[in-house]
């Protein structure tokens, strides 16, 4: 033992194996502060869990909507893309990215997904109501030959 009574072979500073966090630790605990709306404080747990578990769904989608609800919307955005490369019929992952983009000022790449995201899960009044918010786009010239 030390002069302060403890063990030398792991120093305070040093996690050991045994004391780190599992991703699914990680996960629980990014859950926990996104449930209290503590959404930065959810996107630092959250990363550590995605570099323990990259290309984790269920890691992704609580990550992307911290980054979100943080107003990180171009991690949001980005993070949902890599969401979708997992799982393209992911209608959850296409409203996300909606809402990211809208945030961005890309409205037509967001309608894009909002429009999945109602296709794929077509009673979804969240999903409805928000492609009706960005409405239906710009109308296309019906004499692009006049100008």
């Known amino acids: 033992m030390s002069e302060q009574g403890r063990d030398d072979a792991a120093p305070d500073d040093l996690e050991t194996a045994d004391d780190r966090e599992t991703a ?21 747990v959250l990363e550590r869990a995605d570099r323990e578990e990259p290309d984790k769904q269920s890691i992704l989608e609580a990550l992307g909507r911290a980054y979100y609800n943080s107003g ?9 893309e890599r969401l979708l490369e997992l799982d393209p019929s992911a209608h959850y992952a296409h409203f ?51 100008d």
């Open 24 to 44: 699914y630790e990680l996960l629980q605990r990014g859950q926990d502060l996104l449930t209290l709306r503590h959404f930065a404080q959810a996107a630092v």
């Open 72 to 80: 990180q919307h171009e991690r949001s955005r980005v993070t949902f």
């Open 96 to 146: 996300a990215l909606g809402q990211s983009l809208k945030q961005l000022g890309r409205r037509d790449e967001a309608r894009t997904h909002l429009r999945l995201a109602v296709s794929l899960s077509p009673t979804s009044p969240t999903y409805a109501g928000a492609l009706a918010r960005i409405g239906p786009g710009p109308r296309p010239d019906p004499n692009p030959e006049a």
